[in-house]
């Protein structure tokens, strides 16, 4: 496997639930529990020369949690291209 399946990335997140993978050197999003509350939250998912994607701790694997305001218009239009083509 060249880059880390984000169903198996939780790091300080809960309740993660994939609502876009890329695949191999592309991105992932997802609906995720962080300190109590759903947000959204992203991570490059990594290629053969940097398996474990982006972010990391360590050799943990993490989910960037995105900010409100940003997470909105973003995520909205990541899932317009995944559904709209």
Request: proline content about 5%.
């Amino acid at each position: 496997m060249s880059y880390v399946k984000p169903q198996t990335v939780s790091g300080t997140t809960t309740n993660v639930r994939i609502i876009y993978d890329g695949g191999e050197n592309d991105f992932s999003v997802a609906i995720v529990n962080w300190k109590g509350r759903e947000m959204f939250a992203m991570r490059w998912n990594g290629d053969k020369e940097k398996q474990l994607g982006f972010p990391v701790m360590g050799k943990t694997p993490l989910w960037l949690v995105l900010p409100e305001g940003i997470a909105k218009e973003g995520v909205n239009s990541i899932i317009s291209k995944v559904y709209n083509g």
